[in-house]
């Protein structure tokens, strides 16, 4: 058993020869905030994007546990316990709130084959505890009052958090969240932050994406700075900021918003 | 109870009483709209739940009723023998025949179900295996014989398809409260968001085909008894698009709106039919108006279906 959780060696991904990662390398320890900075158009999604299996990349291995997962499904990669939320807000909008949540459930649920059509007292429990489990997550974050509001009329900052809260009904080892306070006003981001921490006291490893700095800074112990898909440095936030080599690449590169 | 479970007991006891008022011509349109209704429902299940723009349902609705119709002219089998093969061969012709097409998407899928649908209808019409009958498909197909009492009153019928409607609803209402049926609306909703979640899509998808043609071949067994004859133009490719148009017209994963929708589809046609082809007209004007003004349908589905200890606050 390796003592890291998920180890990124040496990956590369190539899009019809535009190199979007560059022999990458970074390790997560279990139980870390750990931060990915980078200017836009770094590679950043990209990454998250091949260790959930969105993207195969072509060179490198994707170590969780130690094993290679690189390849793998999305949704088997969500079954070992890696669960994501989108830069792009991505609710089923027209169902409720407590619906989302409840898809959190899916691989949680022990509904057996037949249970689709034919349902038996274990079918019943199941639905009940998970139904239940779907509560204490809504609880946990403030969305007991949605329970039945659909998911896309709610505001930016409470689709946020439905879709953590969806992805921590899964009971994750590790979350992974890209740019989870885009879109937030200063208060959101603040409760986002509280929100986060809490996350990790539940023994949840965190692996995230973000352009506020201050956030970044005072949450993650551990970053990586990426530029051109490549590594600049990577270090805890004291010396990540004093690194000559990643003021260059912010104040290189002033592109507008992805 | 739900809202969902009060409109289906509500529908089945108008649908329970009204053979008593009604006279054999119009208990026999009571009847198609029943079987029709099933259709209805287990194309739902794989348009409306999971999204697969199938357009090929007629095949496997006329696969159930020619599996009945030819064990049971051909090889002797009395038709209560018929009724698990009628629901079985449906099922694997449906998992075999989009098994490799299930990962294409809207408007690609869909091409490829009408296919399987002209393929099987060139299958009925050629006569392949010598059993299928031809353009002029299969006569004199039993009646149930059960206990020894021949169920051969159209009221049987009536009643046949009746239950056979019951066992549909209870189990789209087994498989909306399951995670099967939300992994449908899942991945209906957003595929991305679906499979990130840990749902295997192809999976799902063909669950929704397996379930929705094994249904749509039990309202095709039923079908070809209460006509005791089948033949190749009832499960044409304009058949399926009824049964598409249905659900959309009505409204997708709505169980009032399908019901509607087989309604207006099925049941006005014959009400209206001293008004010969006008009709159709009508209905085309009606289709579209719909799709203008009701882009969800005519009862558009409603979601929010959580156990009542969850509502609080506002709602």
Known sequence: ?258 | MNKTTIISLGFLLVMGVFPFFADSAWLAVGTTFLVFSVVAFSQDIILGRAGAFHMGHAAFFGLGAYTTAILNTHFGWPILATWAPAVIIPMVVALITTAPIIHLRGDYLLVTTIGINIIFLQVLENDLFGITGGPNGIFGIDVVKIFGYELFEQIHMYFMAFILLGITLFIMKTLDGSKFGRAMFYINKDDVAAQSMGIDLRYYKLYAFAIGAGLAGAAGSMFAVQYSAVSPEAFDVLQSIMFFTIVLVGGSASLPGVLLGTFVMFVLPEIFREFETARYLVFGLAMILTMILRPRGIWPAKFGNIPAFLKKGKK
């Open chain 1, 1 to 258: 058993m390796s003592q890291y959780l998920l180890e990124i060696k040496n990956v590369s991904k190539f899009f019809s020869g535009l190199t979007a990662i560059d022999a990458l390398n970074l390790k997560v320890k279990k139980g870390q905030i750990y931060g990915i900075i980078g200017p836009n158009g770094a590679g950043k999604t990209t990454l998250f994007n091949c260790i959930t299996g969105i993207y195969t990349p072509e060179e490198g291995e994707i170590l969780w546990h130690g094993k290679d997962i690189k390849g793998t499904a999305p949704h088997k990669i969500a079954g070992l316990g890696i669960l994501r939320t989108f830069q792009t807000i991505r609710l089923f909008a027209e169902m409720s709130v407590a619906e989302n949540i409840m898809s959190g459930r899916h691989i949680k649920s022990k509904q057996k084959w037949y249970n689709g059509i034919i349902p038996t007292p274990a079918y019943y429990k199941d639905e009940k505890y998970n139904w239940g489990k779907v509560g204490e997550y809504m609880e946990l974050f403030g969305l007991s009052e949605y329970a039945t509001t659909p998911a896309g009329d709610l505001s930016y900052g409470v689709q946020r958090k439905i879709e953590m809260a969806r992805a921590l009904a899964a009971e994750p080892e590790l979350l992974i969240l890209d740019e989870p306070a885009a879109g937030l006003n200063e208060n959101e981001t603040k409760e986002l932050a509280d929100i986060i921490k809490k996350v990790q006291a539940m023994g949840v490893t965190i692996m995230m994406i973000e352009h506020d700095m201050d956030m970044i800074m005072s949450l993650c112990e551990y970053m990586t700075v990426i530029n051109f898909g490549a590594w600049i440095c990577d270090g805890v936030a004291a010396d990540v900021q004093d690194n000559p080599a990643v003021i260059e690449a912010y104040i290189g590169s002033e592109d507008e918003d992805e």
